[in-house]
């Protein structure tokens, strides 16, 4: 784990200043080792990496992975995806208008705009926050797949990023930002057995339904709003 404690411009005296000397002083029994690193060029940056031990690491990437980086990401996902398709933009606007919302929106209210939900859907599977494959170890007595074994504890994964580009699943407009896709109810159900964004079965993401109602509120937050506008007036 790394902390960035600062940096000073070069040909300023580097005196240690007091975030450092509150972090030289952390905890020591949840530290097995730190060191301090300098690097030069336009300025001087002073960093210092700590090795924690395995649980106490684990816990701290879950919690830093698992909510605010991920969820920020499929924030600015949609914005870029909106100003990409002012269309689509029009047509959410248009269905919002027509509700009777509470501030701040219920999400019973919510279910009368469908769009909405779809935009999030089709946003997380075009652009997964999570890229990498996601871990799994295979059980006792190993499996066969695809005509390949693999022995128990082989570590296997999928990427999200594949998975929704496949043509099967998604069509020959795989690639393109089309919510649409998702406003069929009985289609919705069966992309949402190909999707990874959340990981599946019986491992998929504990906080999926908190993040979607996240990001369906927060993102119709931002609408509402308007400010700055996402587009210049005409």
Same mark, same amino acid.
């Given at each position: 784990?790394?902390?960035?404690?600062?940096?000073?411009?070069?040909?300023?005296?580097?005196?240690?200043?007091?975030?450092?000397?509150?972090?030289?002083?952390?905890?020591?029994?949840?530290?097995?080792?730190?060191?301090?690193?300098?690097?030069?060029?336009?300025?001087?940056?002073?960093?210092?990496?700590?090795?924690?031990?395995?649980?106490?690491?684990?816990?701290?990437?879950?919690?830093?992975?698992? #909510?605010?980086?991920?969820?920020?990401? #499929?924030?600015?996902?949609?914005?870029?995806?909106?100003?990409?398709?002012?269309?689509?933009?029009?047509?959410?606007?248009?269905?919002?208008?027509?509700?009777?919302?509470?501030?701040?929106?219920?999400?019973?209210?919510?279910?009368?705009?469908?769009?909405?939900?779809?935009?999030?859907?089709?946003?997380?599977?075009?652009?997964?926050?999570?890229?990498?494959?996601?871990?799994?170890?295979?059980?006792?007595?190993?499996?066969?797949?695809?005509?390949?074994?693999?022995?128990?504890?082989?570590?296997?994964?999928?990427?999200?990023?594949?998975?929704?580009?496949?043509?099967?699943?998604?069509?020959?407009?795989?690639?393109?930002?089309?919510?649409?896709?998702?406003?069929?109810?009985?289609?919705?159900?069966?992309?949402?057995?190909?999707?990874?964004?959340?990981?599946?079965?019986?491992?998929?993401?504990?906080?999926?339904?908190?993040?979607?109602?996240?990001?369906?509120?927060?993102?119709?937050?931002?609408?509402?709003?308007?400010?700055?506008?996402?587009?210049?007036?005409?």
């Amino acid at each position: 784990m790394i902390f960035w404690i600062g940096y000073f411009d070069r040909g300023i005296e580097m005196d240690i200043p007091s975030p450092w000397e509150r972090l030289r002083t952390f905890p020591s029994p949840l530290i097995c080792d730190y060191k301090l690193t300098f690097f030069s060029r336009n300025h001087s940056y002073i960093f210092m990496y700590y090795t924690f031990p395995p649980c106490i690491f684990s816990k701290a990437n879950l919690s830093s992975l698992a #909510a605010p980086d991920t969820v920020s990401v #499929a924030l600015r996902a949609i914005l870029i995806n909106l100003v990409r398709n002012r269309n689509i933009h029009n047509e959410v606007m248009a269905e919002l208008t027509g509700l009777k919302l509470s501030n701040p929106a219920t999400w019973k209210e919510l279910a009368g705009a469908p769009l909405l939900h779809a935009i999030v859907k089709e946003t997380i599977r075009l652009h997964p926050p999570a890229g990498f494959n996601l871990p799994r170890a295979v059980p006792a007595g190993g499996r066969t797949l695809c005509g390949y074994y693999l022995p128990e504890g082989t570590t296997v994964g999928m990427s999200a990023w594949c998975v929704h580009a496949n043509e099967d699943f998604w069509g020959k407009d795989t690639l393109e930002f089309k919510p649409e896709r998702w406003l069929d109810p009985e289609r919705a159900f069966k992309l949402d057995q190909y999707g990874l964004s959340f990981g599946q079965g019986a491992r998929a993401c504990l906080g999926k339904n908190i993040a979607l109602v996240q990001l369906v509120k927060v993102y119709l937050s931002l609408l509402h709003s308007r400010s700055p506008p996402l587009f210049p007036a005409e």
